[in-house]
């Protein structure tokens, strides 16, 4: 009984630092390999939907960032946005454009919507739930004579 309540209790510490891991990372964008590399990491460690809130929001920063200069009359380089982008975290980044945070919720709900499943009151969804398959045009297969041809079961 201790080993077993010793090996919940691993699995459980395990899944909260990594569950943590993502809300440390950095970017690092001293350079162009190394922002690509912090973006790869990023990339591993968010959830799917966190992953596609990130992304967006790294799209928004450029775009701000690109109208900005814009009406600046300068250009808008990549060492102008790695500038910008530099040791922030996932919290800061997504909140780079919009102190809110509304529209990485957003894109987020966007998300669960393609994805089949919208997350209840506003958090991670600890299940997707799954409709019932269309099985009215899969044919049907293992039926007996028992129950008739099967002509009239539609």
Known sequence: MLKLTVAVLAVVLASSA???GW???QIDASSEAAFKV???TFH???TPSRREAFARSL???WIAGTKSASAEQREYTSEDYFRQLDGLTYDEVVKLTDATGGKAA???REYYA???G???GGGNPLWVEHTQRDTEHVPYRGGTDLFGSGADRH
Do not use: N
Request: hydrophobic content about 40%; charged content about 30%.
């Open 18 to 20: 990594s569950a943590a």
């Open 23 to 25: 809300r440390k990372l």
């Open 38 to 40: 912090s973006i790869a």
């Open 106 to 108: 957003q894109y987020r």
């Open 44 to 46: 591993d460690k968010l």
């Open 118 to 120: 919208a997350p209840q």
């Open 59 to 61: 799209q928004d920063a």
């Open 114 to 116: 393609r994805a089949g």
